[in-house]
């Protein structure tokens, strides 16, 4: 059964052709929540946190042949217009190769599409790589959460991503109306333009 708020996979596209996750289609999942559950898990440590809403909001997969590779998950916000990235993950034999980057920009296509305003995620300040990985998709840093991830909010101690503890939550959002900055770089304001 096809969830009518969601576009057909013709309707997104978030390919750039140019990576190995070219055979790779991005799709509204209408199936189980629960057969995408190991997947929730890669990017979520709390059992406690994913149960709250594992249910929630729309979903998107990528699909190599029949197989889900990855997902990413969007919930709506308090704010009208402002969509979260709750949950993403690429399986793991999968990651590095830009199956991730597709997923992000058709959820950005979707978004801008029905006139979203900003897109968010949050991510463990300790997550290096996945704080690259949203900048490098052009979301910003917006908002520090201290002590964040605690076994009062389900996540065990002691875990460590990069040699730093998980405590930290770091709050990001992409600004669906930002232009992106000139080819040359940004312009000083005061300067003279060139004859
Ligand atoms: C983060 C994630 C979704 C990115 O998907 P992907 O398909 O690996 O990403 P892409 O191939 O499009 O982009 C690769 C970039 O993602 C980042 N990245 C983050 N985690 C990575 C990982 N485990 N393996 C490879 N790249 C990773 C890096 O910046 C990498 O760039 P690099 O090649 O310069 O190192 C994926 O790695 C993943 O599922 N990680 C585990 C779950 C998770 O942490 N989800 C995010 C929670 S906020």
Redesign the pocket.
Known sequence: MTDPSMPTSQEIDGGDGH?A?CDVRVEPHSGSREELRPLFE??EDSPAQLDSYLASGRVLVALLGTEVI?HLQLVETDRPGEVEIK????R?D??????????VRAATELVTAESGSALL???AAA?I??L??YQ?HGFRMRAIERDAFTPASGYPPGIRINGIGLRDRVWLDHQLSDRPEPADGPRRPGRPSST
Do not use: I, K, P
Request: proline share 0%; hydrophobic share 35%.
């Open positions: 990576t996750g890669l990017a990855g949950n993403v993950a690429v793991e999968h990651q590095g190769r830009g199956v991730g980057g597709r997923l995620v949050a991510t997550d790589d996945n690259r990985f490098r």
